[in-house]
């Protein structure tokens, strides 16, 4: 069982990592929770793991912070949520704003993260909302520029991996990349658009 990554990081997108230890490339999956602290590409990165067996596969799943992996080891006690779902509630609010809604019983707020109906969100409030620990939200940095629409593909793709419809996160992006004449980094990007999409 891993419960730790140290190394180099190889490489750096909105829905997966790739960590060098040593030679070995290890895979992880990470919310955008966490995608938004990692440091540059070839930077030393430090992860804390979750290891998930099914039939089909051996997945890693990285976080940055202990809240963050408490968090979606919660989150995936909960009846009928999978990994990748709270993978997905991580990505759509932060540790300290989902527990805030969990705690409020504020099941419009948790509505608007793609993949949670009110079913669920009723599930989560009824399920942890006693577990749950006190969080403290994770500082932000932005590092990385792309030139070029290589930014805006990166997004779009993370959006659509996140739930949202292909023409809903174009139209968020398209909205925000008419704002500045520079391209914002991507962290910024996929941050503000949702704002603009939830």
Sequence with gaps: MIAQLSGNLILRS?????????????????PLSTFYSLP???????????THMSEQALKLFGFLTQEELTLFETL???NKVGPKLALAILSG????????AIQNND???LNKIPGVGRKTAERLIIEIR????????TPQSHVEHWEGNAIMDDALSALVNLGYK??????????LSGKDKETPALEVLIKESLNLLS
């Design 93 to 100: 609010m932060s540790p300290a704003d989902l527990t805030v």
């Design 130 to 137: 006693d577990k749950l620990p006190k969080l403290e939200a």
């Design 14 to 30: 909105p829905d997966k990592l790739i960590v060098d230890v040593n030679g070995v490339g290890y895979l992880v999956h990470s």
């Design 76 to 78: 995936i006690g909960v």
């Design 107 to 109: 099941i419009a707020r």
């Design 40 to 50: 540059e590409l070839g930077g030393q990165v430090a992860l804390k793991i979750h």
């Design 166 to 175: 292909k023409n809903e996160a174009e139209r968020a992006l398209k909205l």
